[in-house]
């Protein structure tokens, strides 16, 4: 938040210099441009680190642990953005409801989000109200707007909905306060956040030359010169997952560029990057300068420093060169290797497909689960086939990893949700007795029975039990206890019990603590919303 009113404070004071109120500011001597001039030095990029949002809704779906109460003018607006959205609804009896809670939706674009991006949201009931609990609950969907500080109208940048998530697991994290929860992934972001680089001085020329020379470098469109002082940018198809990186390149950009130029400069970023400690400044200086350095970056390949081999070979890969593909897979796969994970990054990231999905799926047997879990997710970024996943009750992913030697079971507790068996098929064990902490689900299997029964309490008439049988195979017993109840007929997918993904993963690392599935079971990290 800091740093975002600190960003949004330095270019109104730049803009406003710029403009001088209305006036154009008269550049009496042009810009000096030597061979050391670079966009940075002449030019802030500017890429806002992430933008707090904000706004209010109704959580549903709860059991008599919401609450009627909700502030006057908070109540106001909410009749008016329902009823936008649902004409015929009886207000006054949705938001006066105990299976309601008025809610406080909060969270953060990301840097450089793009359309419809999606990120994680908290919700919390509102101080002051009756709600109990917002565990089962469902956010209808909510309008956030991004915070303001020099007036005008609040515009609406995110929309959210979705289940809401309390972390029941406990590994130091088990969320004891469930008036708050997230929505995993929720949010979505409703424009493209793009960069500005906007002159120090304004100059027409030098707002030209930079938009020529990014547009040579990275492909016409890339860069757009607005005015004398600001140059509008879009990230490359090939830097969307490199965001950082590209903004990077683009400071360290020269705007001088004639043959023997680039050679001592060449020279001399070749010989740094081998002695720098801050090796990653010379890389990007090398992928700024261009194709010129792939011949002096390939000598660097038989380096005996393993560092400089990594960052020869990453640069390499994204000015477009596969001759390092053998090198970074190399540091990716020996296990004393202090870089393996930033060489199967790059590898991910710039390496032609094939290479990049045969590296990961040789990772997938590795030892180290760190290993294993980055390969998974590159492979799923990669939209691999070595992953199967589908779409459980509408509320999360259940995928399955068959190519790997060691089983585990995966959950994410942000971002996208959803379920990771490592060594699918995976099997349950018989002479198995498994309750949920809230003593609403028993997953039972005596000795010999060759089906599990799955039981769950139905959740508004608790003293009538609702049973599923499933087969001992992990995934089918996360369908059954998951699936929505309400399966049409016609559809192949089986009805469930509609077990929420929150109690489900809970109940699976009970399942791995007792033996009932020979697993490791591993989290993922809970949201960083404040």
């Not at 030019?43 to 992430?50: G, L, N, Q, Y």
Request: charged share 25%; net charge neutral.
């Amino acid at each position: 938040m800091k740093n975002y009113r600190k960003k949004m404070v330095c270019l109104l004071v730049i803009c406003l210099f710029i403009i001088g109120c209305g006036q154009r500011v008269q550049v009496e001597e042009p810009t000096t441009i030597d061979v050391d001039t670079t966009i940075g030095s002449l030019a802030e990029v500017f890429s806002f680190e992430s933008i707090p949002v904000s706004g209010y809704s109704l959580v549903g779906g709860l059991r008599g642990t919401g609450s009627p109460q909700c502030p006057p003018s908070i109540r106001s607006y909410l009749e008016q953005y329902i009823l936008g959205k649902l004409p015929d609804t009886d207000i006054e009896k949705l938001i006066s409801s105990n299976n309601t809670a008025v809610v406080s939706v909060n969270g953060f674009i990301p840097p450089l989000a793009s359309k419809n991006e999606r990120f994680d949201v908290k919700v919390a009931a509102l101080a002051g109200t009756q709600t109990i609990s917002l565990d089962g609950g469902q956010l209808w969907g909510a309008d956030l707007t991004e915070a303001r500080m020099f007036g005008g109208t609040p515009k609406v940048s995110v929309t959210a909905e979705g289940p809401v998530f309390i972390n029941k697991i406990s590994d130091g994290n088990l969320q004891r306060d469930k008036k708050v929860g997230y929505i995993l992934a929720g949010g979505r972001v409703l424009d493209d956040y793009g960069l500005s680089v906007v002159l120090r001085r304004p100059d027409y020329k030098i707002s030209s030359i930079i938009r020529n020379l990014l547009n040579e470098r990275f492909g016409k469109d890339t860069a757009t010169a607005v005015s004398q002082s600001l140059v509008s940018l879009k990230v490359p198809a090939k830097y969307r997952n490199q965001k950082e990186r590209f903004i990077s390149i683009v400071r360290e950009t020269y705007l001088l560029h004639s043959a023997e130029i680039k050679k001592q400069r060449i020279r001399e970023s070749i010989g740094k990057l081998a002695v720098s400690e801050d090796k990653y400044k010379y890389e990007i200086t090398l992928e700024a300068i261009g194709n010129e350095c792939l011949d002096k970056l390939a000598a660097l390949l038989n380096s005996s420093d393993e560092q400089l081999r990594l960052h020869a070979g990453r640069c390499m890969l994204n000015l477009g060169s596969d001759a390092a593909v053998e090198t970074l897979r190399q540091i990716a796969t020996d296990k004393a290797s202090l870089y393996r994970l930033e060489a199967l990054e790059a590898i991910t990231k710039s390496a032609p497909y094939n290479d990049a999905t045969a590296t990961s799926r040789r990772l997938l047997r590795d030892e180290d689960f760190a290993i294993r879990l980055a390969a998974y997710e590159n492979l799923r970024e990669l939209d691999d086939i070595s992953i199967t996943a589908s779409l459980i009750g509408r509320n999360f992913y259940l995928e399955q990893i068959t190519q790997t030697t060691y089983k585990a079971i995966f959950v994410s507790r942000s971002g996208v949700p959803r379920i990771a068996l490592f060594g699918a098929p995976m099997r349950c064990r018989d002479n198995v007795f498994i309750q949920s902490d809230n003593g609403e689900v028993t997953i039972n299997a005596q000795r010999g029975e060759k089906e599990v029964s799955i039981i769950r309490k139905h959740p508004r008439r608790p003293s009538i039990p609702i049973r599923l049988k499933s087969s001992f195979e992990v995934g089918d017993i996360i369908r059954t206890m998951c699936e929505s109840a309400d399966v049409e007929q016609t559809s192949q997918v089986r009805p469930g019990l509609g077990v929420s993904y929150d109690d489900a993963i809970s109940i699976l690392k009970q399942m791995c603590d007792k033996g009932a599935i020979e697993a490791e079971f591993r989290a993922g990290e809970m949201p960083k919303i404040d």
